[in-house]
């Protein structure tokens, strides 16, 4: 299986900050890969899609990149609202796996 | 916008089979549709996809006790998992699956927690 590490595992940030999370594919995953945003109670959001293209209705202040294997998640201005638990995913792969998360919580 | 909801037993006993529905406000032939779980207090793992016309791809590690199927007249999919353990306590949540780009899961439904305890 095709493993991504994701770092860090937790955060603590301030509203306004910028953020930055990363997710490291164990192999060649091209630009299949994904972020989610998990929040309690609510239904999962995709943010990003094949690494950098924004998903609809999503805030621009959410971006992706990617360079070989390493792929970040940055989020230019922290809002209240998006602190919550986000994932990155490979569909390169089967079986589609997800790195552990990254918590991102009110400093 | 497209609308999930996820539906069945909250609370399966050890070695039964559990069964959950997903309900489709659009349910189209375009798209695969999907099952993703999250262990309570771990990270996501996908369970598996199936298209509109029934053809479906599985975790290798779970495909021994998974099936998919689809019914497109009651615009629902469903999930079995037989011989559940308390492993497989989880949310379960169902997804549609974007065919192309990178095949992303770009709806979910609000996900529904299934215990598995005598």
């Known amino acids: 299986d095709i493993q991504l590490t994701q770092s860090p595992s937790s955060l603590s940030a301030s509203v306004g900050e910028r953020v930055t999370i990363t997710c490291r594919a164990s192999q060649t995953i091209n630009r299949y890969l994904n972020w989610y945003q998990l929040r309690p109670g609510m239904a999962p959001k995709l943010l990003i899609y094949a690494a950098s293209s924004l998903q609809s209705g999503v805030p621009s202040r959410f971006s992706g990149s990617a360079s070989r294997t390493d792929f970040t998640l940055t989020i230019s201005s922290l809002q209240p609202e998006d602190f919550a638990t986000y994932y990155c995913q490979q569909t390169y792969g089967t079986p589609r796996t997800f790195g552990q998360g990254t918590k991102v919580e009110i400093k | 916008q497209v609308q999930l909801q996820e539906s069945g037993p909250g609370l399966v006993k050890p070695s039964e089979t559990l069964s959950l529905t997903c309900v489709v406000s659009?349910?189209?032939?375009?798209?695969?549709w999907g099952w993703i779980r999250q262990p309570p207090q771990k990270g996501l793992e996908w369970i598996g996809s199936i298209s509109y016309s029934g053809s479906a791809s599985y975790n290798p590690s779970l495909r021994s006790r998974v099936g998919l199927s689809v019914d497109p007249s009651r615009n629902q999919f469903s999930l079995t998992l037989t011989s559940v353990t308390a492993a497989d306590t989880a949310v379960y949540y169902c997804?549609?699956?974007?065919?192309?780009?990178?095949?992303?899961?770009?709806?979910w439904g609000q996900g529904t927690l299934v215990t598995v305890s005598s």
């Open positions: 659009d349910f189209s032939r375009d798209y695969y």
């Open positions: 997804a549609r699956d974007q065919v192309g780009g990178s095949n992303q899961h770009d709806y």
